[in-house]
């Protein structure tokens, strides 16, 4: 028997919501905001530094196929 995709989401929806409340933890907004902040700080520098690179590499590629290519 094929349990239907909708009753899986339900039943699981179900289960995950039957939990204890847990108050906010303000310390760990905290720290998680700042994480978060870290993070997409370190992603943009990686990024830049990937086209960057990339981009000297393509140009290196270039001017060695230029000159050996004879």
Known sequence: MV???GF???AVAAVIQDGPVVPADVEFEARWTA???RGRVHERLVRRQFVVRG???ATVVAIAYAFLRV
Do not use: I, K
Request: hydrophobic share 65%; aromatic share 8%.
């Open 3 to 5: 349990v239907s995709e």
């Open 55 to 57: 981009a000297v590499l």
């Open 8 to 10: 899986a989401r339900s």
């Open 35 to 37: 994480w978060v902040a």
